[in-house]
């Protein structure tokens, strides 16, 4: 039996007004210019319980 794959939700969510607030303007550029989807895989792995 194998280990269950370690998986890391991450989400953003933003109000629909223009301009947003600075905060998420700059979580947004930072995950347009991010691979978002690799970076847990960039990740240590999970230590377990401990």
Do not use: C
């Not at 953003?12 to 690799?38: I, K, Y």
């Not at 847990?40 to 792995?45: K, T, V």
């Amino acid at each position: 039996m194998t280990e269950p794959a370690r998986t890391v939700p991450v989400g953003l969510v933003t109000t629909a007004r223009e301009p947003g607030s600075v905060m998420a303007r700059a979580l947004m550029e930072v995950a347009r210019r991010t691979d978002v989807a690799a970076a847990p895989e960039r990740l240590p792995p999970d230590p377990g319980p401990q």
